[in-house]
């Protein structure tokens, strides 16, 4: 049930700022946008979500477009640490998780 | 942030025997709990959906009678995969969340993973 699509893999040098994008051209009006990761072998970490507006926590920036059929995670300074599968998840409010593919974000020294 | 965790991390077990894991909640009171599961290179895919002291509602093509779901206290539910075979190998995940109603669904912090491997 996955309404996303993602690049699937990005490389990024250290210490660059990683852009992942996802397409979401079907999203209802009432659907959020979440962003997990999951590093290899362990359970998906939550990084962001977002409605409309941008969103920024200590852990990276979402840029959601004035239309919402799309939008980008954005890692400010990316480390090594910070490869891992990305999933751009679109869902409403009040409903399960369908994860799509994913993006394999590969951050190089 | 809530901490879930599942135990075993790993398991190993003979074709045709059955195999328990655990999903617990070590902060906070879990209403409901996901388990998915997670192939070599694939996407997670939701399993089930398990809501404190009743029966779990499970995703389509998932077989209800092979992985019993039991969510008998808000802190714990188990996911047991009955005779099982080298196909049923996997990383199995559980998520859990605080909210009640139709906030069951939101906020789902998700445990470290199961690798189950089926000799």
């Known amino acids: 049930d996955a309404k996303t699509t993602q690049p699937t893999s990005m490389d990024c040098a250290e210490g660059r700022a990683a852009n992942l994008p996802c397409n979401h051209s079907?999203?209802?009006?009432?659907?959020?946008v979440y962003w997990y990761r999951q590093i290899h072998s362990q359970g998906p970490q939550y990084i962001i979500h977002g409605l409309k507006n941008n969103e920024t926590n200590e852990m990276a920036s979402l840029i959601i477009t004035e239309d919402r059929k799309s939008s980008t995670l954005i890692l400010p300074h990316a480390t090594l640490r910070d490869t891992a599968v990305y999933y751009c998840i679109v869902r409403p409010y009040f409903n399960k998780f369908y994860f799509g593919s994913g993006t394999k974000l590969n951050v190089k020294p | 942030g809530a901490v879930v965790s599942q135990h075993p991390s790993r398991v190993i077990c003979k074709s045709g025997t059955s195999v328990k894991i655990e999903c617990r909640s070590l902060d906070f009171q879990a209403t409901t709990m996901f388990w998915y599961r997670q192939f070599p290179k694939q996407s997670l895919m939701l399993m089930a959906t398990?809501?404190?002291?009743?029966?779990?509602?499970?995703e389509q093509g998932v077989e209800k009678d092979k992985f019993l779901i039991n969510h008998a206290s808000l802190t714990l539910s188990t996911l047991t995969v009955t005779s099982a075979h080298p196909e049923d190998s996997s990383f199995y995940i559980c998520?859990?969340?605080?909210?009640?109603?139709?906030?069951?669904?939101?906020?789902?912090?998700f445990g470290p993973g199961t690798r189950l491997t089926v000799l």
């Open positions: 079907t999203i209802s009006g009432n659907e959020y």
């Open positions: 398990s809501n404190e002291g009743s029966k779990a509602t499970y």
């Open positions: 998520s859990a969340t605080s909210g009640q109603g139709e906030m069951s669904y939101n906020e789902q912090f």
